[in-house]
């Protein structure tokens, strides 16, 4: 499963999240992943679970994709 990293702009802490993709709507950032596991996410029976949502002024920029 892919890692994104993100960076608080409050105090400079990193956190890394275990998540397929995000979705940034100007307020609030949220990881997810794809189920069932593996899936292909333009298939109509993909469905997003939330790994975690985050204000998107705590943060310091967008998630990085972890290698």
Known sequence: MPRF???F?????????DAD???DDGKEITLYR???YGADPLD??????VVAAFDR????????PVA
């Open 5 to 7: 990293r993100l960076e």
């Open 9 to 17: 702009s409050d105090d400079g802490s990193e956190l890394v999240v």
């Open 21 to 23: 993709d995000f979705d």
């Open 34 to 36: 794809y189920l069932p």
């Open 44 to 49: 109509p029976t993909t469905r997003k679970e």
């Open 57 to 64: 002024d705590s943060l310091a920029g967008p998630p990085y």
